[in-house]
Nanobody, 119 residues
Framework: VQLQASGGGLVQAGGSLRLSCAAS????????MAWFRQAPGKEREFVAA????????VYADSVKGRSTISRDNAKSTVYLQMSGLKPEDTAVYYC?????????????WGQGTLVTVSS
């Protein structure tokens, strides 16, 4: 089972990026997919998550209104479109999956993609 995150890079403040997470090795159609991030010297934090049927998406307050999570089940890919990027958005972004909203733990994790926002 693999989650492969990509799309990170260096962007100026105010810019936009779209992160992608390609899943392979099993069917993730019924899983809740999420993005987390970890900034240097800080703990990993939740960014956004989306249900398997697109019906529910939740966001951290820090990115709400600036980010959109989406998924393409046919492509087994989840996306995070980020705009209005700020230097404090600089972090390694990880995608993750869990079996349901009620599940406590995300059981599958990608390797991370680095987003650097310059001021």
């Amino acid at each position: 089972v693999q989650l492969q995150a990509s799309g990170g890079g260096l962007v100026q403040a105010g810019g936009s990026l779209r992160l992608s997470c390609a899943a392979s090795g099993r069917t993730f159609t019924n899983y809740v997919m999420a993005w987390f991030r970890q900034a240097p010297g800080k703990e990993r934090e939740f960014v956004a998550a989306i249900s398997w049927n697109y019906g529910t998406a939740v966001y951290a307050d820090s990115v709400k209104g600036r980010s959109t999570i989406s998924r393409d089940n046919a492509k087994s890919t989840v996306y995070l479109q980020m705009s209005g990027l700020k230097p404090e958005d600089t972090a390694v972004y990880y995608c993750a999956a869990k079996r349901s909203w009620s599940a406590v733990n995300y059981i599958y994790w990608g390797q991370g993609t680095l987003v650097t926002v310059s001021s």
